[in-house]
């Protein structure tokens, strides 16, 4: 994969080089193999490279909901909450010419 004369793998390669690469073996149903191997050709890529990179966007998605969850749980252990009531009230606004901003918590 490195060292091929593409820009999408240089620009990877230079930025997982600085880390030890890690070997890993997945599987996959043939279907999404074959959609792999497309979208490798078209975009000149190679498969590991566009597996790579997909797995670092699901990462990055998963640790951020997590931290908004665990977020959440903390201010709700705070007791940071803002009541159903005024959340339905705003909801209900949403579209008309009266729409009221989010209730929002006072510091």
Known sequence: MCGADNIWNRRFCEDVGREHNMRLSIH???GTKR???VLARLSKRS???LVAEAI???VDSEEWQLGEMLAGI???DRE???SHGKVAKWLKSWGKPSETKAPRLIS
Request: a neutral charge.
């Open 47 to 49: 498969r590991s490279l």
């Open 56 to 58: 670092v966007a699901y």
């Open 35 to 37: 959609r792999l191997d």
């Open 74 to 76: 903390a201010e709700l």
């Open 28 to 30: 996959v149903d043939r």
């Open 80 to 82: 940071q909450v803002v």
